[in-house]
Every structure is written in structure tokens, then in C-alpha cells.
């Protein structure tokens, strides 16, 4: 790519030029913006990178003019700042910025965040991949043993949380390591324990300028809100929401559809004991399903239904990752049957008739070591060839990210 970098610190230009350079782009620096301004229509530049204190013109109304000119409003613009104010973050956003990062420049990940912004990618992480209760110790090294979590990026909209098992705790680590101030959305499939109860550890709630927005389906007469209060009234967990600092909104959900920046978020009930929803994120001409819990029952049981698993199937069609409930083999089902989660063979043949790119394997029973997991991965991938499928399959473990 062709880069524009504006700039009047040198340093920063410099550095920025090493980085880009060395990951093969064409870089071009600029100390003031005024000169930056008279050559960017005549070079047209893929990637404008801009610093927003600067003394001739600021990085918001250099944005500003380029956005507004029909011959450079595709020009993609980065704001590079000191100023870490969420107003400075909205004010650039206004100004059509694609994104927004801060100094000092983090030389590991510089490159990497930077793609992220200008990408069109969906890159999902996951913290926490096993069911039902953590299983800490030497059986989980591998995949990890905390309980549900996985975030989803796109682009520089507000980060996407999907539960709030113990794995959230890595993520409160991680986040509180960045010192920034945080705008995020935490979607929660239900309220079983291990998709909730570990809310009350995740460190950036209760920090002054964060904004968390959190989203479920209500069950009844119980609101969200009251569904993740509960475990925090002072007889489970000594501090209330009330402790919050960060502003907290609470929106019930119900099958609906919701959009915000270019992002789109379908809801789905589930086949599981109250009310759960599945969830299909689609950005940008990508997609990724987040299906857990479920339940799809074998044909002739009494609570297999043609026309549910129909409508799942259209609800993830097409969809580059299908992340879902693979709680058990096939041979343990039997056992469990009921119990609200699914096994290899029925989600092999969801996938495949779905026809999603890529599934990857998710909340594992307590009872499974790694050694099982793997074990269940092959399994997959035995039944999925056995339907013809060209599905792709993995099982991911704690701190793996895909990008699709």
C-alpha cells in the first residue's frame, strides 16, 4: 500500500517509516501538514496516517478536507494521536476517519493494529472454550480451561464481548494492560453460570470513562439488567452494579436484528432450558455465527425437530465461522441427551448444510482433557468427510485468534 504519513515530530515519522517500510509498503512523510494537503490529490495515496496537534492545519481538519473532495474522499484516513480522550476518538470518526491510534507507538503490534482498521476482516479471539464450569490444571494446558468468552473485532467499531464465563478474566488482564479507555458491547447468550459469573471480575466496569453496553435476552419478567444484578446483590458477591464507574446500559433482546457503524448483529433462539441466543455478526461482506448453547437432538428423539435445525442452518448460511456448541462425542450423547447441548455427528451436519468456511469446535465438557479434545476434533473431521463436506474444522484454544 501507498502510505501518507503527516506529522511534525520527525521521530514519529521516521519510526512509522521503518515499520511500514519493513512490512513492504510505499511510504511518504510529511512535517507539515499544509505540504501534506497541496500533494495528496496529485499522489493519491492509499492510507493517510495524520497526528492531530499540529501547528499549520490539525490531523482532524486535514481528515476533514480530504473526506469532503470527491477525488480524495477514498483516500483511508488513520488518525496517529497522543490524545487518548473519547472525544478526540468521536471527533475523528465524525470527521470520516477509518481509525484511531494512540502514541507512544507500540512497535510489536503497530503493523498488525494498523492492518485491523483498514482491513475488512472479522477477527475473533478466544478467551475462555470449555462448558460448564472451569477446569484449571495440567489436563488443559493446551486448550485452556476457562469457560465461555470470545471478542470480535471489526475494524475500529466497538469491540464485541460474547460472554462472560471465567475466560472474561483474561480479557479484563489484557484490556487493563492497553490504559485505555474502553467502548465495548458484551452480548450474553443466557445467564447459566458459566456464561455470567464472572462479570463481577472484569476489572474495566468499574473504571471512570468506560462505556459498556451489556445485551441478552431477558427471561420472563426479568430484565437483563436484573438477570446480572443478581449475582452481585451482597449475598453472592459483595459488590453491587451499583459500584459500576464505568457508564453501564442494560437492552433486552429478543429474535431481532441490529445495527450499528457497518456492522450487523441477527439474534437467534435456541434449543436449550430458557431463553438463549445465538448470535451472526456480518461486516463488510464477512460473517461469523456464535451458536452455544444447543441442543439438535438425533432424528427419531423426541426432541429432534427438522424444522428448527432448517432455520439454524439458514440463520448461519454462508457464514465463514461457525463457532459453536460441540459439547460431546457421539458416543457420549446418549447419555446427555436433554441436557441442552449438542454432539459431533449434529453439528457436522448443521455445518455442512450451512455451508459454512470454517467451524471451530467450542465449550467442551469439563470431562474432556486436551488429549479427548483433540480425539473429538478428529472425529469431526471424520464426520464431516463422511457427508462430502468441504467444511474446514479446528478446535481453538485459550488466546488463538482467527481472522476471516
Given at each position: 500500500?501507498?502510505?501518507?504519513?503527516?506529522?511534525?515530530?520527525?521521530?514519529?515519522?521516521?519510526?512509522?517509516?521503518?515499520?511500514?517500510?519493513?512490512?513492504?509498503?510505499?511510504?511518504?512523510?510529511f512535517?507539515?501538514?499544509?505540504?501534506?494537503?497541496?500533494?495528496?490529490?496529485?499522489?493519491?495515496?492509499?492510507?493517510?496516517?495524520?497526528?492531530?496537534?499540529?501547528?499549520?492545519?490539525?490531523?482532524l481538519?486535514?481528515?476533514?478536507?480530504?473526506?469532503?473532495?470527491?477525488?480524495?474522499?477514498?483516500?483511508r484516513?488513520?488518525?496517529?494521536?497522543?490524545?487518548?480522550?473519547?472525544?478526540?476518538?468521536?471527533r475523528a470518526?465524525?470527521?470520516?476517519?477509518?481509525?484511531?491510534?494512540?502514541?507512544?507507538?507500540?512497535?510489536?503490534?503497530?503493523?498488525?493494529?494498523?492492518d485491523?482498521?483498514?482491513?475488512?476482516?472479522?477477527?475473533?479471539?478466544?478467551?475462555g472454550?470449555?462448558?460448564?464450569?472451569?477446569v484449571?490444571?495440567?489436563?488443559?494446558?493446551?486448550?485452556?480451561?476457562?469457560?465461555?468468552?470470545?471478542t470480535?473485532?471489526?475494524?475500529?467499531?466497538?469491540?464485541?464481548?460474547?460472554?462472560?464465563?471465567?475466560?472474561?478474566?483474561?480479557?479484563?488482564?489484557?484490556?487493563?494492560?492497553?490504559?485505555?479507555r474502553?467502548?465495548?458491547?458484551?452480548?450474553?447468550?443466557?445467564?447459566?453460570?458459566?456464561?455470567?459469573?464472572?462479570?463481577?471480575?472484569?476489572?474495566?466496569?468499574?473504571?471512570?470513562?468506560?462505556?459498556?453496553?451489556?445485551?441478552?435476552?431477558?427471561?420472563?419478567?426479568?430484565?437483563?439488567?436484573?438477570?446480572?444484578?443478581?449475582?452481585?446483590?451482597?449475598i453472592?458477591?459483595?459488590?453491587?452494579?451499583?459500584?459500576?464507574?464505568?457508564?453501564?446500559?442494560?437492552?433486552?433482546?429478543?429474535?431481532?436484528?441490529?445495527?450499528?457503524?457497518?456492522?450487523?448483529?441477527?439474534?437467534?433462539?435456541?434449543?436449550?432450558?430458557?431463553?438463549?441466543?445465538?448470535y451472526?455478526?456480518?461486516?463488510?461482506?464477512?460473517?461469523?455465527?456464535?451458536?452455544?448453547?444447543?441442543?439438535?437432538?438425533?432424528a427419531?428423539?423426541?426432541g429432534?425437530?427438522?424444522?428448527?435445525?432448517?432455520?439454524l442452518?439458514?440463520f448461519?448460511?454462508?457464514?465463514?465461522?461457525?463457532?459453536?456448541?460441540?459439547?460431546?462425542?457421539d458416543?457420549?450423547y446418549?447419555?446427555?441427551?436433554?441436557?441442552?447441548?449438542?454432539?459431533?455427528?449434529?453439528?457436522?451436519?448443521?455445518?455442512?448444510?450451512?455451508?459454512?468456511?470454517?467451524?471451530?469446535?467450542?465449550?467442551?465438557?469439563?470431562?474432556?482433557?486436551?488429549?479427548?479434545?483433540?480425539?473429538?476434533?478428529?472425529?469431526?473431521k471424520?464426520?464431516?468427510?463422511?457427508?462430502?463436506?468441504?467444511?474446514k474444522?479446528?478446535?481453538?484454544?485459550?488466546?488463538?485468534?482467527?481472522?476471516?
Amino acid at each position: 500500500m501507498k502510505f501518507f504519513l503527516v506529522d511534525d515530530e520527525e521521530t514519529i515519522i521516521k519510526a512509522t517509516t521503518i515499520l511500514l517500510e519493513g512490512a513492504g509498503h510505499d511510504v511518504t512523510g510529511f512535517t507539515s501538514s499544509i505540504q501534506a494537503m497541496e500533494m495528496i490529490k496529485a499522489g493519491q495515496p492509499d492510507c493517510l496516517i495524520v497526528d492531530i496537534m499540529m501547528p499549520e492545519m490539525d490531523g482532524l481538519e486535514l481528515c476533514r478536507k480530504v473526506k469532503s473532495d470527491p477525488d480524495t474522499a477514498h483516500i483511508r484516513v488513520i488518525v496517529l494521536s497522543a490524545k487518548t480522550y473519547e472525544f478526540d476518538r468521536s471527533r475523528a470518526q465524525e470527521m470520516g476517519a477509518e481509525g484511531y491510534l494512540t502514541k507512544p507507538i507500540k512497535l510489536d503490534t503497530f503493523v498488525a493494529e494498523l492492518d485491523g482498521l483498514l482491513g475488512n476482516s472479522l477477527t475473533a479471539t478466544f478467551w475462555g472454550v470449555r462448558g460448564t464450569l472451569p477446569v484449571p490444571g495440567e489436563s488443559s494446558l493446551r486448550y485452556g480451561g476457562h469457560t465461555s468468552c470470545v471478542t470480535v473485532q471489526c475494524g475500529n467499531s466497538p469491540l464485541m464481548i460474547f460472554d462472560a464465563g471465567s475466560g472474561i478474566k483474561a480479557l479484563s488482564d489484557h484490556m487493563m494492560g492497553m490504559n485505555e479507555r474502553i467502548t465495548a458491547k458484551i452480548f450474553i447468550s443466557h445467564p447459566h453460570w458459566d456464561h455470567i459469573n464472572a462479570l463481577p471480575f472484569f476489572v474495566p466496569l468499574y473504571i471512570p470513562g468506560n462505556e459498556f453496553e451489556i445485551l441478552g435476552a431477558r427471561h420472563g419478567d426479568t430484565t437483563m439488567r436484573e438477570l446480572m444484578s443478581a449475582q452481585m446483590d451482597g449475598i453472592y458477591f459483595p459488590i453491587t452494579i451499583r459500584e459500576f464507574g464505568a457508564r453501564v446500559f442494560f437492552r433486552d433482546l429478543g429474535e431481532e436484528t441490529i445495527e450499528f457503524d457497518d456492522i450487523k448483529v441477527q439474534t437467534m433462539l435456541l434449543s436449550h432450558p430458557g431463553n438463549c441466543l445465538g448470535y451472526r455478526i456480518d461486516y463488510q461482506g464477512k460473517s461469523i455465527c456464535y451458536i452455544t448453547d444447543n441442543e439438535m437432538f438425533n432424528a427419531g428423539e423426541p426432541g429432534h425437530n427438522p424444522g428448527y435445525i432448517q432455520r439454524l442452518a439458514d440463520f448461519c448460511r454462508g457464514a465463514d465461522a461457525l463457532i459453536t456448541d460441540t459439547t460431546y462425542t457421539d458416543a457420549q450423547y446418549p447419555a446427555k441427551a436433554g441436557w441442552g447441548h449438542s454432539s459431533v455427528g449434529q453439528v457436522a451436519e448443521l455445518a455442512a448444510r450451512a455451508e459454512v468456511d470454517t467451524l471451530y469446535l467450542f465449550h467442551h465438557d469439563p470431562d474432556q482433557n486436551d488429549d479427548a479434545i483433540d480425539a473429538k476434533l478428529d472425529e469431526m473431521k471424520m464426520a464431516l468427510s463422511m457427508l462430502g463436506s468441504d467444511v474446514k474444522c479446528l478446535a481453538p484454544g485459550e488466546g488463538d485468534q482467527i481472522k476471516h
